[in-house]
């Protein structure tokens, strides 16, 4: 049975899924995309939300909750603007915030959070992890077998990460938040720093090659002053973050922030 879709905005993950629907037999229309060459799109926006069930929104969303992510389009969308036609619709999107969903709610819409759905959040961990890897090699003197490799956080991101590190012979040793995330390391046979006795540890942090958080709060402060200068930083986690961006500047570390690696090797790879 086909089933009409209409996508707006979005990087090229967007992109793709059109021409998987489309291959599918699902009638879908783009709005948003006007940067890609040869490619030709509605005018109208607004007259595809009409006559589309289905609407399929970025992820993520939204990177200041004024106007739609599409960084394929010269063309903006304010949210409240765009709010003002969605109803009674089956919504797809990633990484709304609650505030909003509430009131695409109260339009009688369906809201489906793709990174509220586990499947694709484990999914969408690897594209970060790869990306990840693919930062340290470029950034890096030495090379990864052997290297000493701190990873904070246990969660999702933490584990696949671990995996593929220590499958090139790196030395793996993980910050857990919780007694859970500690089991697991351990199950992994991993060493471990739990985060109450993170200044208990300050000495250690002379060892590590490369530090990975992946922990969206701050907590890596004035422990960054034990950090060798060559040591390689990097912080995967969204707002707050985990490191403190003003000791980093101080202490004039070798420091990247990483955000939205998915969304970024999506859009790099245009071809």
């Known amino acids: ?56 929104l970025p ?27 969605l109803e009674n619709k089956t919504i797809f999107v990633g990484n709304i915030n609650q505030e909003l969903k ?15 759905k586990e499947e694709f959040a484990i999914l969408n961990v690897i594209p970060t992890a790869e ?11 030495k090379i990864l ?19 593929k590190l220590k499958g090139l012979s790196a030395k793996i040793t993980c910050l857990t938040t919780n007694e859970v995330e500690k089991a697991w390391a351990i199950a992994y046979g991993y060493e471990t720093i739990q985060i109450e006795n993170l200044q208990k540890n300050c000495t250690k942090f002379k060892l590590y090659d490369i530090i990975i958080n992946t922990i969206p709060k701050v907590i890596f402060k004035e422990e960054l002053k034990e950090v060798k200068k060559e040591t390689l930083i990097i912080d995967l986690a969204s707002k707050p973050y985990g490191i403190d961006r003003k000791i980093v500047e101080q202490e004039n570390l070798n420091f990247i922030e990483a955000l939205g690696l998915p969304r970024k090797i999506s859009s790099n790879n245009i071809s």
């Open 1 to 56: 049975m086909s089933i009409n879709f209409c996508i707006i905005g979005g990087d090229l993950r967007s992109f793709f899924l059109a021409k998987i629907l489309s291959k599918e037999k699902h009638e879908v229309k783009l709005y948003g995309f006007d940067k890609l060459e040869n490619f030709k799109e509605y005018e109208k926006y607004d007259e595809m939300i009409k006559n589309s069930d289905n609407i399929v």
């Open 59 to 85: 992820i993520p969303f939204s990177k200041d909750n004024q106007f739609v992510n599409m960084p394929f389009s010269n063309k903006n969308i304010r949210i409240r603007e765009l709010f003002y036609y």
């Open 102 to 116: 509430e009131e695409l709610h109260k339009k009688h819409n369906q809201v489906v959070d793709f990174m509220q």
């Open 131 to 141: 990306a990840t890897i693919e930062i340290i090699l470029k950034n890096t003197k």
């Open 145 to 163: 077998q052997n290297s000493n490799c701190l990873i904070m956080g246990f969660g999702r991101i933490g584990k696949v990460l671990a995996d």
